[in-house]
């Protein structure tokens, strides 16, 4: 907020395109949320400009329209006459660097959540539809989805994947949506016991469920298996 101007100034990239004074535009905060408003300042280097485009650093001077408790970092400002899609679900390709560039010294699986940096901003995403990924791998048609995080995304833009502020690797955009994944379901027994006077044997289930459409629908079914001298069991 800059006394004396009454005026909200934000400071970021253009990231594509190109904005003018007087342009409508649309602030988008991280939870999806819209407000329209008018650009009516550009600065740079405390030089007031009538146009940006693409790369250069600039303050965007809001009209009368936001306050500054309307803007943080982390928003995303787009062109009013523009498409854009909001989302907190992407699909594209993740390479992880391998442990001698500075990655990590063992591999991830579905469900691994590491940090994703955009424009300077960190928020955290759940990936899917990796399986086991090793470092140094690169992988296609991998779904992140972020757990507090609604913006604005292109193709082709790369996020930086992160862990503890080290890099782990890189995420480059192929779709604006979560594209569904093939079904995957792995069983495992745990709790395993046998009981020799009875030759009767015990285990819980855990089904491990991946890709499809949720809610997921399920049903167990008996089957039979020879246990020798105890002979079939279900």
């Avoid at 972020?146 to 193709?155: A, D, E, M, P």
């Amino acid at each position: 907020y800059v006394t004396g101007r009454n005026a909200v100034v934000a400071t970021g990239r253009v990231i594509k395109g190109k904005v003018n004074t007087g342009d409508s535009i649309i602030v988008i905060s991280k939870d999806g949320k819209m407000t329209k408003a008018t650009v009516a300042g550009i600065e740079m280097f405390r030089k007031l400009l009538d146009r940006k485009e693409k790369g250069d650093n600039i303050g965007l001077q809001f009209g009368t329209e936001i306050d500054k408790t309307m803007v943080a970092r982390g928003d995303s400002v787009v062109n009013a006459k523009t498409t854009h899609t909001v989302t907190n679900a992407l699909t594209g390709t993740l390479k992880l660097l391998d442990t001698a560039e500075g990655g990590r010294a063992t591999a991830v699986s579905d469900g691994y959540a590491p940090q994703f940096k955009r424009n300077g901003h960190d928020f955290t995403g759940k990936i899917a539809g990796i399986g086991t990924m090793n470092p140094g791998e690169t992988k296609e048609n991998v779904v992140v989805t972020f757990t507090s995080f609604n913006g604005v995304f292109y193709l082709g833009q790369e996020l930086t994947v992160m862990e503890g502020g080290r890099t782990l690797g890189t995420f480059t955009v192929t779709s604006l949506k979560a594209e569904e994944l093939p079904l995957s379901v792995t069983v495992s027994a745990t709790e395993k016991s046998y009981d020799a006077e009875t030759y009767k044997s015990s285990a819980k289930l855990k089904a491990t469920v991946t890709g499809g459409k949720e809610p997921y629908t399920y049903q167990w079914q008996k089957a039979s298996t020879n246990h020798g001298r105890g002979g079939y069991r279900d």
